[in-house]
Every structure is written in structure tokens, then in C-alpha cells.
DNA sequence: AATGTGGTGTCAGTCACTGGCGCAACGGCC
DNA sequence: GGCCGTTGCGCCAGTGACTGACACCACATT
């Protein structure tokens, strides 16, 4: 039915999304995804490993952007305010699929074993901002932390912006950040 | 064939972690290490919800066990403190599996799923930590991070223990401490 | 026209996991 | 002693995620 199979692709991942929201996603079928897509369940499994990848297509460029954003960011920054103003760049990405965004976020927030991919996927994106860091001469252990806090923090960002668009993506990383320094301060004890 | 039930279960684990050693985790059935222990496959789910949870029995436990160390910690110390007592409280409970922990970490560490689900549990306990401190008085956010950062510095200690248990798990626990102390100076930007 | 390539349909198979039923071993309780 | 609720288990039948192999078709290259 499709010639590019881009095409194809992109109807699984819209129908993926409908019928996990409209059954829940334990009791959707890979067949019944496929069936509203017009393919087979055959070609599901061609375009995406398993049932939960559907949802994190987006994250190996999304990995790529941060890291080359990293790469590219001034020299003389400290490792926070370089991963701010990476995250500020690819934040456009994610402003242009909003509207997948918020379903999207409530079913990994409702299926356990869609939480265990996001971390996991958070995992590698931390690990792969920390290497960023690394290469622009970051000690080894501080990136690590640094990309850790970093993430976590911009995910924190994320999810408040995808409860309340009215608001710029940018202003809530400027606060979220805020908050990261403050405490930033109040873990070093012994106080 | 076994009376008390808890005999089966003991079997199951020391059988799902020598078959997943030796044929490794994706080419082993819950079939074989059933068979390997005695008793049916459907037996096996009985114990335990699914293939992978088996390498993960003890980890409510070392929860709850947290969770109370932190409850009881004396007043008036810092948070990462207090994480660290509890830590050195419970740590006694791995140094008595620490043969059950090596071929285990490696398992986890060479495949994905495995590594998908440990770091599901470490959130869960680092929400739990989070918890924890808060009923100390201690504010939201700083909790959750020192969470998070105290737990990522236990599991970097443990890893390190079980890669050379002649020094102590205190040790190493002191140590990995001392160095977090430090990095939280330079995460203060921006310098 | 011949040839190659990429996306797909079809079919058969494995394996994780679930529900339901019946059985047998225990532990109280009279 | 006999009665009975509970618990752990075997057995069977079923669903659904995922895989490998093969054939087909549309399209581009030459």
C-alpha cells in the first residue's frame, strides 16, 4: 500500500499511540496496531523492535543533537550552563510534536513497563551527555554527575511545560535550573 | 515434592542465576530452570512475576530496610549524612550474598533487559530514600536529589566492592562519599 | 529488457506469561 | 481420632510478543 515506507511507519506510530491511549497499552495488540495502520504485524516488527520503541522513536536524534550541541557550546562555560543551553537549542525539536508529547507522557506515567524503558532511555542519554562533556575536558566523574543532575533536571522542565504550554519551554528551564543551583549549595554539607 | 514452599523458591533462584551464567539470559527458559529445580514452569511464575525478577527478590526488602534506617537516623545531621548511615546500616545485609552479587552485576551489565529492570528498581528505592528524608523535614527537591545522588554513589561503591572485597564495603562507602562531597563544590556554578 | 534493491505479505514456530481445575499435604479445632 | 480451610503444586489450554525464511512486487539502474 505504501511506496516509501517512511509513510507506513509514521501511520504505525499514530495508530500505536490512539489505541494505547483509547485500551491502555497492555491490552492493545501489536495485530490490532498494525491492522488500523493498513499493514501487517509483520511489517510492525520491521519498523520498530518491540511495542514500547514506538514511543521513543525520536530519542537516538534527540541523543545526537544534545551531544553535538555540547560539543559546539563556547569554551569557558561551567558543564551546568553548557547542558542549559543545549537543552535550550533541541527544546525546538520538541516543541514542533507537542501535541504527542502530553498522551504520550501520561501512558509512560500509567504503564510500568513503559517507565522502565523512559529510564532506561534516560540512561543513555545521560551517559551520552556525560561522554559530551568528557570531550571538551570535563573530569570524568563531575560529568557524570553533572549530565545526571542535568537530565533530570530538564526532564523535570519538560513535564511542567507539557502540563502548561502557555508558557515558554525556555522559562521553565531558567527556573528549573534556578532551583538546581540553590540546592546545589545546600549539598554540600556537612551542613 | 518440597513442603514449605520457600525450599522451591530458594531453588529456582540458585537455578535461574547458574543457567543464565552459562547459557546466558535470552537463551535460557523459565522451562529449564524450572525443570533445573525441580518443579513446573507454572511454578516458577507462582514465585515470581516474571524471567527477570528472580535476580531481584531481596530488593523490597533492602527497601524497607532503608527506608527505616533513615527514619531512625539521630536529628540534626545532613541529609547525604544520613544516607550514608543507613547505607553502612544496610550494607551488612549484601556482605552476607556477596558470592550471589558478582556473577549477578555481571549478568546484569551484559544484557539490556536486565539492565532496563535494575534501574527501575533503583528508581523505586531512590523514591523511597526521597520519601524517607522527607518525613525528616526535609524540602521536596532537595530530597529527591540527594536521593537520587546518594543512591548513584552507593550502587558506584557496591560495584567497586564486589569488583575487590578485600577493603570493606565502609571503605568504599567512605570514600565514594568524600568524592561526592567534593563535586557537589563544583557544582556550583558558575565557575 | 535484465538486474538489483527495499518494503511488504504469508506462514510457521518459539517462548513468556495467564487462568482454571483438581490434588495432596499440612495445620488447627472439635 | 475425624473434619476442614489453607497453601503450594501439577496439569492443561490459551494468548500474545517476537523471529526466521521465502516469495512477491514496485521501483531504480544500466
Known amino acids: ?16 499511540l490512539e489505541l494505547y491511549r483509547e485500551n491502555g497499552f497492555d491490552k492493545t495488540t501489536t ?5 488500523r495502520a493498513g499493514v501487517t504485524e509483520r511489517t510492525f516488527f520491521r519498523h520498530f523492535p518491540d511495542k514500547r520503541e514506538v514511543l521513543f522513536d525520536g530519542e537516538a536524534d534527540l541523543r545526537e543533537d544534545l551531544a553535538q550541541s555540547v560539543a559546539e557550546a ?4 561551567a558543564p551546568l550552563e553548557i547542558l542549559l543551553r543545549a537543552f535550550k537549542n ?9 501535541p504527542f508529547a502530553e498522551p504520550r507522557r501520561d501512558l509512560i506515567a500509567a504503564t510500568p513497563t513503559l517507565r522502565e524503558r523512559n529510564l532506561a532511555k534516560a540512561a543513555t542519554l545521560a551517559e551520552a551527555l556525560a ?4 570531550e571538551r575536558g570535563v573530569e570524568d ?5 553533572a549530565a545526571q543532575a542535568g537530565w ?7 513535564q511542567a511545560w507539557i502540563s502548561d504550554p502557555t508558557r515558554s519551554l525556555d522559562d521553565y528551564l531558567d527556573e528549573a535550573f534556578a532551583d538546581l543551583r540553590t540546592l546545589g549549595a545546600g549539598v ?3 551542613q
Open 1 to 16: 500500500m505504501p511506496r516509501s515506507g517512511a509513510e507506513a511507519r509514521s501511520r504505525l506510530k499514530q495508530a500505536a
Open 31 to 35: 495485530a490490532e496496531i498494525a491492522a
Open 74 to 77: 563556547p569554551e569557558g562555560l
Open 90 to 98: 533541541t527544546g525546538r525539536i520538541m516543541e514542533r510534536n507537542l
Open 131 to 134: 561522554e559530551a562533556l568528557r
Open 141 to 145: 566523574r563531575l560529568a557524570r554527575l
Open 152 to 158: 533530570a533536571t530538564f526532564h523535570h522542565a519538560t
Open 188 to 190: 554540600q554539607l556537612g
